[in-house]
């Protein structure tokens, strides 16, 4: 979700660039996008008032529609609310987490499933956004297996007694079946979409997709939204807004 | 059943358009830019730049010397009509070829001369546009000499004898085309257009979420939040 404000590849290509280790709820915590992201975790609340939902899984149609960014200041705001949080990069194909932590991508998840580190060496802690981590580590040809290992069940069973909240964070549903694997261990699914991105023929694809798998969807997020897009929410913003 | 088929996003306000246009007023920008350069260096490199020179001849109306100042109107109207088509002639603009050496063909010579006359008076206007201004000088000077030296010496053409008079002489030939600001404008304005056509068929394409009543009628499940674009700070 965060994008420099102005840049030539921007104008040409009209893309994001991205800049993972922006957590903008930490650095800008009087911002109206980190209320933005205070009322999702007040949402999620209400939707797991009975403390069943640990092992939240993220995903979304298509790449880049804001998941790493989501799921890394929800991370850290609910670690700052005191509760223990495991983030756990399951984008074994593309994987970004390392870069919100701005750590390399080694001494990951792949690498604890082969059995050369233990689970000890796999988790990381940062102390800058103050909570756990697992990064995906070596990249590895047999995505499906690795998902599909008995080992990695049995690690996220370890984690759900050891954390409050085990955060997933997944490839899109679209391109890969990951996804649908993945929701297997997970008790919910957030589903991330973001404003003007993929066509709604898509999403409802990839809803109807997780839907028919049997997957908990506990909500959709709507990311990337332009407050300046006059749809709607505007009045809002200069209310809020305090630094603009 | 989390499918809704009402699409109430149909319709299509004046805000819509105005925030439609503001969200790619630098895609729009940048049309108009772009085409108002390619119009520019259009008519500042590409075209070559014309010259226009003219001049007067008039015609002699012959009149009945026993009734004072009548004369037939309407052949002189004739007349007039006939040396406009006379002067660009074969006839003449051979005459000219020859006279000043040129390398043009007489349809060449034709789509750059224009000689014109009015209603209201027997002068008769000849104008040359070439881009060498010095040529577009001596071509209408002598396509001139030459119509009056053939309507003379011609038995052929007898009703004209005696009938051209020439009243002025042309001079360097004056800067007709192209009109660079014109082209710029126009650039302007088609650079503008396109891109305002453009941004809409691009909005037309885009058939995704826009607003997140879309996706609450869309799908039966609840929306948790909405989460800004936001920018990095520049001091990161």
């Known amino acids: 979700m965060a994008k420099k404000k102005f840049s030539i590849e921007k104008l040409i290509n009209g893309e994001r660039v991205e800049k993972y280790d922006y957590l903008i709820t930490k650095y800008d915590p009087l911002s109206f996008v980190t209320e933005s992201f205070q009322k999702v975790i007040i949402n999620l609340e209400y939707a797991n008032v009975d403390k069943n939902l640990k092992v939240i899984q993220f995903t979304s149609t298509l790449p880049s529609e804001g998941k790493s960014t989501f799921v890394s200041n929800l991370s850290y705001l609910m670690g700052q609310k005191g509760q223990k949080v495991i983030l756990l990069d399951l984008d074994l194909r593309k994987p970004k987490m390392n870069r919100v932590f701005n750590v390399p991508n080694k001494n990951g998840l792949t690498d604890y499933l082969a059995g050369k580190i233990t689970l000890d060496e796999a988790i990381n802690h940062s102390d800058d956004i103050g909570i756990d981590f697992i990064n995906a580590g070596e990249k590895t040809t047999s995505v499906i297996n690795v998902l599909e290992a008995k080992k990695l069940k049995e690690l996220i069973a370890q984690l759900r007694e050891i954390y409050d909240y085990v955060l997933l964070d997944t490839p899109p549903v679209i391109s890969v079946s990951d996804a649908l694997y993945i929701s297997k261990l997970a008790d919910g699914v957030i589903f991330i979409v973001a404003q003007g991105k993929a066509k709604k023929v898509l999403v409802k694809d990839a809803i109807k997709t997780l839907k028919e798998y049997g997957v908990n969807i506990l909500g959709i997020v709507f990311t990337q939204f332009d407050m300046k897009s006059g749809y709607g929410y505007g009045q809002d913003y200069s209310y809020y807004s305090d630094d603009e | ?236």
């Open chain 2, 1 to 236: 059943m989390y499918e809704q088929n009402l699409e109430p996003e149909n319709e299509i306000s004046l805000l819509d358009l105005y925030v439609i246009l503001r969200r790619n007023i630098v895609l729009i920008l940048a049309f108009t830019t772009l085409i108002a350069m390619i119009a520019a260096a259009y008519a500042f490199f590409v075209v070559d730049e014309t010259y226009a020179s003219n001049a007067d001849v008039m015609v002699q109306v012959q009149t009945d010397p026993n009734i004072d100042g009548s004369y037939d109107y309407n052949t002189a109207q004739k007349l007039l009509a006939t040396i406009v088509e006379f002067m660009s002639k074969d006839v003449v603009l051979d005459e000219v070829i020859r006279d000043l050496d040129l390398s043009y063909t007489t349809t060449q010579l034709k789509n750059n001369l224009t000689v014109t006359s009015s209603n209201t008076s027997f002068f008769i206007n000849i104008k040359y546009v070439d881009k060498d201004p010095r040529l577009a000088k001596e071509i209408v000077d002598s396509v001139i000499n030459q119509s009056i030296l053939v309507a003379n010496g011609n038995d052929a053409f007898s009703t004209l004898k005696n009938k051209i008079t020439r009243t002025s002489f042309a001079d360097m030939g004056v800067y007709e085309a192209p009109n660079k600001p014109l082209y710029v404008a126009i650039g302007i304005i088609l650079g503008g257009i396109v891109g305002v056509g453009f941004v809409f068929i691009k909005e037309l394409m885009n058939n995704s979420y826009r607003t997140k009543e879309q996706l609450e009628q869309a799908f039966d499940i609840q929306v948790m939040g909405t989460i800004p674009e936001f920018e990095v700070k520049e001091d990161f």
